[in-house]
């Protein structure tokens, strides 16, 4: 949808590895077991992709422009999924999407790790996509 070449890799497995970042799109998954999906960049990576999402520039967008683009990412990613679960015993249902925007931000789960994380790289644009169960 963005135009973007990606290239994936896991994120470091242990404990030292903390997601920073300006912008993280969110929402809960639930099903069998409850989750949170997130897509985590810095402002100038979240700032291009939703310019090659939206044809807009990026000296045109604001803070609100590029936080409803990163909901409507995770909202793509956690829909796709959805979709192609229909019919099948792994069936979910998902919340509305919702931003966390700050500097340098990360999210702390409560004695729980990070269940699956993947990192991506397109250039100078960097995100990461967690998966962390939150019962279950």
Do not use: W
């Not at 077991?33 to 810095?42: C, E, P, W």
């Not at 995770?74 to 966390?100: C, E, Q, W, Y």
């Amino acid at each position: 949808m963005a135009g973007i070449l990606v290239d994936e890799q896991p994120c470091p497995v242990g404990g030292g590895f903390k997601t920073t970042c300006d912008y993280t799109g969110a929402m809960l998954v639930i099903g069998r077991r409850t989750a949170m999906i997130t897509l985590s960049m810095n402002r100038e990576a979240a700032t291009l992709v939703v310019a090659y999402m939206t044809g807009i520039s990026p000296t045109e967008l604001g803070e609100d422009d590029v936080a409803d683009g990163m909901a409507e990412l995770v909202n793509m990613i956690a829909g796709s999924s959805k979709s192609s679960l229909v019919g099948t015993d792994f069936h979910f249902r998902i919340t509305l999407p919702f931003v966390l925007v700050g500097e340098n931000q990360h999210i702390v789960y409560k004695s729980k790790p990070v269940d699956r994380c993947r990192h991506y790289f397109a250039g100078d644009i960097e995100a990461i996509l967690e998966l962390v169960y939150l019962e279950g």
